[in-house]
């Protein structure tokens, strides 16, 4: 399908409302637990949970991936979800592209082995590191969102919720400085900085590496630039639905919201 002038037209409208019911959802603007945590006040114990939750998030969102991929209804998602899906497991991707084309896989470089090396500085053990029975039930209930959306056989599900979490993902970054320090990522590496200089340089301690949220801050422009291409090809589509589309990403973004107030009513007790 190629665009007229009408469906041009329909899709800036489409654009502006998608921006208007995504990028204001409380998990973008107000987050409570990063707007607390980049303030460098958590303790180790606090630092631990963030890891283990965290470690059931990344290492399950792997199977929904893998779902997002199979059930997406354009190549383009495809091939994108496809290079999310094998960057995650350890597959070297172009931080500007989002490409995966020629990189190296290496064993070190999945994600879960890159927490691993936090969990092994503050007594952790790596081996319970993204088991399902350490999550808890907002752990557990943000992955199921994720699965009823992300991974849904309806590819315009799959894409409706794909493109809230890259950009919620990438909120922020390339913008100016005051919006990129709100970018969730760069509060989470913010608040391990500060953590380290209070707790871990003045004891000669290993600082906590912070590659992990690094690495995703870097990467995440990229994953956004997919999606934003995706839409494009998705909208085109003759059945393409406005309607589910956008439900779809705000109950994506209710479930990642999910995960963020239960680390923050668990902070709170530690």
């Known amino acids: 399908m190629i665009f007229t002038v009408k469906s041009v037209n329909n899709f800036k409208e489409f654009k502006n409302i998608i921006k208007k019911e995504f990028f204001a959802h409380p998990v973008i603007v107000n987050n409570p637990y990063t ?46 979800a496809r290079a999310i899906l094998l960057n995650e497991c350890g ?18 470089n999945a994600h879960i082995n890159w927490l691993r090396k936090i969990a092994d500085l503050i007594d952790i053990d790596p081996k319970i590191l993204g088991r399902w029975e350490i999550g808890t039930n907002a752990t557990h209930e943000f992955l199921e969102g994720l699965d009823k959306t992300y991974g849904s ?10 493109f809230a979490i890259e950009t919620w993902a990438a909120y922020g970054i390339g913008k100016s400085k005051e919006e990129e320090l709100n970018n969730f990522w760069k509060e989470l590496i913010l608040g391990l900085e500060i953590y380290n200089q209070k707790n871990r340089i003045p004891k000669n301690l290993t600082p906590l590496p912070t590659g992990f949220f690094q690495y995703h801050f870097e990467t995440e422009s990229g994953h956004e630039l997919n999606v934003w291409q995706e839409l494009e090809q998705t909208y085109t589509q003759p059945d393409f639905n406005e309607s589910k589309y956008l439900k779809a990403g705000k109950t994506a973004l209710d479930s990642i919201y999910t995960f963020w107030l239960g680390l923050d009513e668990t902070r709170k007790k530690l």
């Open 35 to 80: 707007k607390w945590f980049k303030e460098g006040n958590a303790n180790t114990e606090q630092i631990k949970d963030l890891i283990l939750q965290f470690s059931v998030f990344s290492n399950h969102f792997i199977v929904v991936q893998a779902k997002r991929m199979v059930n997406a209804n354009t190549l383009e998602g495809e091939e994108s």
């Open 91 to 108: 597959v070297g991707m172009d931080v500007q592209s989002g490409s995966i084309e020629g990189k190296r896989f290496t064993t070190s």
């Open 153 to 162: 056989h309806d590819g315009q599900i799959g894409s409706g919720a794909s």
